[in-house]
């Protein structure tokens, strides 16, 4: 049985600048505390490519993403065996940056819905559960950035612009929120009303809850 706790900070897309705050917040603030830490690799969507594999395989990613998505999948089943379970066993504290529900939320606001429980279940694969040693996270942290702000970070600033516009936004938040009950998930306020310092605070007091 695992000793260690797995810990999955998530956010809609445009929320990356929180996100990624609250994990070097929460890792140095464990640090402190004497706990031994591990950061994942995102096993989000594009790993398979980032990890070599074009290469090493003469695979043309991007060209189709049917397929693409069974070399994601492998790469998802190697970070969550090879690093976070092994981590888990040494009592270690693992903190990923988006995991299960980012996927899941862009397949959904991206319309692969006909056949969601088969994508579903391809997660659970992910994560162990044909061998019966599916890794769950502990404690899955929402930064809940609202739709309007991620729109105007990402279509204003970045340049990025997604087909759905405002409602893309709103329509992954929906999903995110409808999806943490599964997930061991709390909604941490991440709007401009509040500091990082103040959202910063409250990932590592949920945190400490659990340990």
């Not at 105007?152 to 992954?172: A, C, P």
């Amino acid at each position: 049985m695992r000793k260690g706790k797995f810990i999955v900070i998530e956010g809609i897309s445009g929320s990356g600048q929180q996100v990624k705050a609250g994990i070097v917040a929460l890792h140095k603030a464990l640090d402190e505390l004497k706990y031994d830490v591990v950061e994942c690799a995102n096993p989000d969507s594009g790993r398979a490519k980032e990890l070599g594999l074009e290469g090493i395989l003469n695979w043309p990613f991007g060209r189709n993403a049917r397929a693409d998505f069974i070399f994601e999948g492998a790469v998802r089943s190697e970070i969550f065996n090879n690093i976070v379970a092994p981590a888990l066993e040494a009592d270690k504290i693992v903190l990923c940056k988006q995991s299960s529900i980012s996927s899941l939320a862009n397949a959904w606001v991206n319309g692969y819905t006909k056949h969601f429980d088969v994508i579903r279940h391809i997660d659970k694969i992910s994560r162990g559960f044909l061998f019966e040693d599916e890794i769950y996270p502990d404690l899955t942290i929402f930064l809940d950035v609202p739709p309007e702000e991620a729109y105007e970070r990402i279509e204003d600033v970045l340049q990025i612009h997604h087909e759905g516009g405002l409602e893309f936004y709103q329509q992954m938040r929906e999903f995110y929120l409808k999806e943490l009950p599964r997930w061991h998930g709390v909604r941490v306020d991440a709007s401009a009303s509040r500091s990082q310092d103040q959202i910063d605070a409250e990932v590592v007091a949920l945190v400490k809850a659990i340990l």
